[in-house]
């Protein structure tokens, strides 16, 4: 497909249980940003790849969130020991260039509830 | 640090009248300002942005911005309102040197038939 593909769409989890959210960024694009929608909310900025280099990871909430881009294109959000709080929206968006004020493509986002 | 700050978490406006979604940044440098609308169970998409060119920006689907300095604002208008305008609209500031992404907390916009 052309756009940013997220999977899966939605994702129910038992507290304590490990995740892992997959995004597939637009072919070629450089950046990929990975952010969390709380509901109600605006989307707070998680972390940031630059081809497999991950540049900033500073909105990561705890150390149970961990995220890779091993190639470069494909990348997979890891979340250990789910908690309730972690019950969100977690988007993707990818862009063509290297500078973070590029216009961002967002995939559909991946629903996670933790029960 | 950069924020952005959008008054009225829900507007409606009737079907044909005019649509004003209000967006205040805070950047310690000249920002890029952008609107991403999201409509149900989907992502966002950019409707606008600024990244200090003309002032006045126009944006897909009718609507336009105007970036005034002075207010700190980049308020999103659209003359006439659409049943399908109803969605999200995200508000987000970009400073240079590669700072966060950040987003307001969204306006709902509900169009009355």
């Known amino acids: 497909g052309a756009g940013v593909s997220q999977s899966p769409r939605y994702k129910v989890a038992k507290r304590g249980q490990d995740v892992a959210l997959r995004c597939d960024p637009i072919s070629g694009h450089v950046s990929l940003f990975w952010y969390q929608q709380a509901l109600g909310q605006g989307p707070e900025f998680l972390t940031y790849?630059?081809?497999?280099?991950?540049?900033?990871k500073s909105g990561l909430p705890s150390d149970r969130f961990f995220a890779e881009r091993p190639e470069g294109s494909v990348s997979t959000l890891k979340i250990q020991r789910t908690q309730q709080e972690d019950s969100a929206v977690y988007l993707c968006?990818?862009?063509?260039?290297?500078?973070?004020?590029?216009?961002?493509?967002f995939g559909p986002g991946t629903r996670l509830t933790v029960l | 640090a950069q924020s952005v700050t959008q008054l009225g978490s829900h507007v409606s406006v009737s079907e044909g009248a005019l649509v004003l979604l209000r967006c205040n940044y805070s950047?310690?440098?000249?920002?890029?300002l952008f609107w991403y609308v999201q409509y149900p169970n989907q992502g966002l998409q950019l409707l606008l942005k600024y990244t200090s060119a003309a002032t006045l920006v126009k944006g897909i689907n009718g609507f336009e911005a105007e970036f005034k300095k002075s207010e700190t604002s980049f308020h999103l208008t659209k003359p006439s309102a659409h049943m399908s305008d109803a969605a999200e609209y995200f508000c987000a500031v970009s400073e240079n040197y590669g700072q966060n992404f950040v987003f307001g907390p969204g306006t709902r916009l509900s169009v009355l038939p």
């Open positions: 968006a990818s862009s063509q260039a290297s500078g973070r004020h590029d216009e961002q493509f």
């Open positions: 790849f630059q081809n497999e280099a991950q540049l900033d």
């Open positions: 950047s310690s440098v000249p920002p890029y």
